[in-house]
């Protein structure tokens, strides 16, 4: 089945300037429970851009310029490399029982992978880095980096 | 090959679901998902790379410019550069989500 015909929980789309992406039960001063909203998308992305690009700056400054540069187009490559395959279904892969991404990011990943989403969605890159880097330290991972990522 | 394709799978939607958990945005649309998860990332991978030891520098910038070069090697180039590189990842993750103003839930040991 495509990904696109599957329902996903919370799926609805909604006024990214509005939406919050969490809400929390916080105890006030005077020990009533209130609803507290966490920060919009909007919100979490322009505070946290002044800081990317302040980091940037610190890793040009001891990397050299377009290192970072050099790093996005690597992680890229590696990613595009990785989602052009188009070789199975998500059938095959449940039918397979291999565990299929609980988010709908890790679904649209798969669904471009496997050929039912024509392409990926802005981003991507760094976040296939860190998924590397992170990779081995998941409760249950394997424990054997897949030999294929080696080439390109 | 395909047993590789399906491990290279679970790496991608692993970190996926697990940024996705800790930034608490399970509910947005797919797109400000990869948005934040990217920003996310980009975040935590510079502030690794800014805890590189001075001299394994050149040797991380070596890697990233071999045309050979892949994911494993930059991971270990990584974690051979970064001393106690478990406690620094999880430092930096840590910090990272609190700069989204969430609280960290995943990273607890």
Known sequence: MPFEERPVVGATEKNKETET???RMVVTSEGDLKTEQGPTVDEM??????LSDQLEEEVI????????TKLREKMAGWSEALLQKGEKTVDWFEKKGIP?????LGMRLLSVGVGTAGSFIPGGAMLWGLSIVLWKREPGARKEFPSELATE | MHHDIVQQFEVLAGGSDHIVEILGIHDVSVEDQALL???????????????????RIEDVKRVLSEETSGPESFV?????????FDDR???V????????RLPSRTMRK
Not at chain 2, 76 to 84: F, T, Y
Not at chain 2, 93 to 100: E, G, I, L, S
């Open chain 2, 76 to 84: 270990s180039v990584l974690k051979a550069s970064i001393p106690d």
């Open chain 1, 45 to 50: 992305l322009s505070r946290t851009e002044k």
């Open chain 2, 89 to 91: 990842l999880r430092e």
């Open chain 1, 100 to 104: 299929l991404p609980k988010s709908k």
């Open chain 2, 37 to 55: 998860a990217d920003r996310f990332a980009d975040i935590v991978l510079k502030r690794l790379l800014l805890r590189v030891s001075d001299d």
């Open chain 1, 21 to 23: 992406v969490e809400e």
């Open chain 2, 93 to 100: 993750m840590d910090q990272t989500v609190a700069d989204f």
């Open chain 1, 61 to 68: 400054h001891r990397y050299g310029g377009g290192f970072v």
